[in-house]
């Protein structure tokens, strides 16, 4: 999986919108994000990319165990439109 924190753009000081916390697990955006829709998830030191495009689907991540990464998906799975639609909300303007 890609490192985040190498990633072009990737900056701890930028504006992030949360849309969910649940179960330990902070779902968020960062404020000049880019298509394909997407969320960031964060637990403990770790952090993943989910697009939700097409369902959800894993893009990266790094410092999560597979096991909350499991569970991470299924949150996302479970609260799919309601992400999108704060995405639409925050992004979109």
Not at 5 to 32: I, T
Request: glycine share 8%.
């Amino acid at each position: 999986m890609l490192s985040l924190a190498n990633r072009p753009g990737f900056c701890h000081l930028q504006r992030v919108p949360k849309v969910l916390e649940k179960d330990g697990f902070v779902f968020f955006f960062y404020s000049n994000e880019h298509a394909p829709i997407h969320v960031h998830v964060r637990r403990g030191g770790g952090e993943a990319v989910f697009d939700l495009d097409e369902g959800v689907e894993l893009r990266e991540s790094q410092g999560i165990k597979l096991s909350d990464l499991a569970k991470a998906e299924a949150i996302a799975t479970d609260y799919r439109q309601m992400i999108i639609n704060h995405w639409h909300e925050h992004l979109d303007r």
